[in-house]
């Protein structure tokens, strides 16, 4: 993580990297690890940078995506399967699922792409918690799959589409984590783990993509 010093006049400004330097296993916001907390600390991050944050802290915005998600076996069992698996090792913490964080984000008026391939939708550990996320997604409005049920050929040609957005949140370390993206001007990436606070900075998009620890290829955009 690196602080950027800007001189104004006399005073010096410290600007804090994209995500603040927040880290989900050893904050103020935290109070046990090993957790699930970085959905809402990649969702956090995004609307802070955006000034949309209203004071919220990660933890708070990883109870409103919690709140979003149900873990019901008779309408999603797929989803609260895994839902419920994620909670022994997160310490009675969930993971967020990718409906719940466009939901949060939607409600602060923010237009989300959410893109897969079709590795990672024939994937038989994702595919049928992914056939249950898409209708929830397509109903949420303005948040959708590109082409529903079927994804991009490659990972490759879901980048192609998705470059121009300024904020990616990532799948990573096999389906168990998120982590966030930000897009600065002219070209430059910054990618934040929730895991450790740290945030690193890239000089393409497939630079950054490539450092995220064991990604899955499923990333939620925010267009706006």
């Not at 898409?134 to 109903?139: A, K, Q």
């Amino acid at each position: 993580m690196r602080l950027i010093k800007i001189i104004i006049g006399n005073k010096k400004q410290i600007i804090m990297p994209f995500g603040n330097g927040n880290n989900q296993n050893n904050t103020q916001y935290t109070w046990d690890s090993p957790n699930n907390f970085c959905g809402g600390f990649a969702v956090h991050a995004v609307l802070e940078d955006k000034n949309m944050h209203e004071g919220k802290t990660p933890l708070d915005i990883y109870r409103k995506i919690q709140k979003e998600q149900k873990i019901d076996y008779k309408e999603s069992p797929y989803s609260a399967a895994m839902l419920l698996a994620t909670l022994p090792s997160g310490k009675g913490t969930a993971m967020s699922l990718p409906s719940s964080m466009c939901k949060v984000l939607r409600k602060h008026n923010l237009s989300v792409f959410v893109g897969y391939t079709n590795a990672f939708s024939t994937n038989p550990y994702f595919s049928g918690m992914l056939n249950e996320e898409v209708p929830i997604i397509e109903n949420i409005g303005d948040c959708g799959f590109p082409i529903p049920q079927t994804g991009f050929t490659s990972f490759e040609e879901l980048l192609d589409v998705i470059r121009t957005y300024p904020y990616h949140i990532v799948l990573a370390n096999g389906g168990t984590h998120w982590v966030a993206i930000k897009k600065t001007p002219p070209v430059k990436y910054e990618l934040y783990n929730p895991g450790d606070g740290k945030t690193d900075e890239f000089k393409s998009l497939q630079s950054a993509i490539s450092a995220v620890p064991g990604k899955m290829e499923l990333i939620i955009s925010i267009i706006n």
